[in-house]
């Protein structure tokens, strides 16, 4: 099949066997936009990759306004967190679903559910006048992304169905993912600064109006659905969901209450027991979310843990630097958004390193030497305040070493992931990497922001005028404990499959 464009007639509908598997379907064409007018191929790229920039854009975008949140909606610091971890955990727990929505349903079906989500979820929360109404409305937000985010790919994969297309259109794709964190803390700066924290929300509502009404004209109406045999693993997506939940609600009790209270054991435990649950409901239904089978796979084993720990030090790190910049330093929220930039562009150049040097090195040598780089970054960044300086001289170093080494990391062990995965499951096996990273980054958070919480009251209860070294020193020791989660990672990369990029 020919990828479509403004020069070829309106493509032909293919009716697909209806028990046919998702890896099997037929590409969906690119229809007509409206009756003897040809639809664009490069338009449906533009609305895929727009819609990917807005869900990555959220990841980040509330990083600065956080202080702001917290003085007019009154948080405590349990809030603040949740305001981050209920998006990812929204986004992380239906993910899987979401990518098998598009197959069973149809792109078009996915992708309009998931930006109507989305952008309901968005006004939402901008019109919050609290923190639970705000949380809520960003656990929605993350389940719209869960749906929209697999939607983009496969929308993509359906429309550019030759090599060379696909391959620029996945570089683009890939681009605007790199871009839309980037992009998150500077553009989350401005609107809070000059327009009010209300708008990192509000501005998803004319975009996500834009996204609907370009969808209706080129995402193809027909096509997509995989069949009535297949159904969709309910029990298992609402299982994993609350699981998840659980486990970091546990996880950020620990702050206040301590590890020991039932405030924390109880939730975790419940966490635990309902994730084991998921693990017994994917072993017994005929068509499972997650078939166990594939966790055989060792470079998909090694990858998700190590991935999880670099996602828990690389969230926390943009979580506690924004904190560190406003509250301690005195900067404003534009001024700590551009600080951002410096990071975001190593992250960028190290990806771009990555994908050069993979198919010759394989993915273990750069996974470690990722790793390595961020555990120095994070040993050198845990220094913060030690003797008075600013970021020039205290942030902006150690923040680019341990923003390169993400960049360099974390594509190789997305490849070693799949690389080992039999093609018709790379799909799922990405699927489990990418909500193994939306996890490990709500508890990272949990747990880090715990370490700063415990650290900043004991450094009170000695010197109770001290509030600003204190925090400092909370955040110090938070970043040194995220050296530890790198520190790791670099070991167990070593793990790894060794064979040279197949590059899937």
Known sequence: MRTADSSQPPARNHREPAAAPASEAAPEAVPS????RPRSATAVLVLACAAQFMVILDVTIVNVALPAMRAELRLDAAGQQWIVNAYTLGFAGLLLLGGRTADLVGTRRAFLAGVVGFTLASLAGGL??????????????????????PATLALIMRTFTEPAPRARAMGAWSVVTAAGGAVGAVVGGALTEYAGWRWVLFVNVPIGAALLTAALLYVPAAGGGRGGARRLDLPGALTVTAGLTALVHGTIGSETHGWGSPHVWGPAG????????FVVIESRVAQPLVPLA????????????????????????????????????GLGAVEAGLCFVPGSLAIIVGARTATRLVARTGSRPLVVAGMALSTAGFVWLSRIGGAGGGYADEVAGPFVLASLGFGLSLMPAMVAATSGTDPAEAGLAAGLVN??????????????????SHTTAARLARRPHELQQALTAGYGRALLTA?????????????????RGRTP
């Open 128 to 149: 919050a006048t609290g923190g639970g109404p705000l949380v809520a409305a960003r656990a929605v937000q993350g389940a719209g992304a869960a749906f929209l985010a």
């Open 483 to 499: 050296a530890a989660f790198t520190a790791c990672a670099a070991l167990g990369a070593f793990a790894l499959p060794g064979g």
């Open 435 to 452: 909500t193994s990273r939306q996890v490990g980054g709500a508890l990272g958070l949990a747990v880090l922001a715990t370490v700063a």
């Open 33 to 36: 936009s409206a009756p003897g």
């Open 270 to 277: 419940a966490g635990a027991l309902l994730l084991a649950g």
């Open 294 to 329: 594939i966790l055989r796979h060792r470079g998909l084993a090694v990858a998700n843990p190590l991935v999880m720990a670099m996602s828990g030090a690389g969230f926390s790190m943009w979580f506690l630097l924004s904190l560190h910049l406003q509250q301690n330093l």
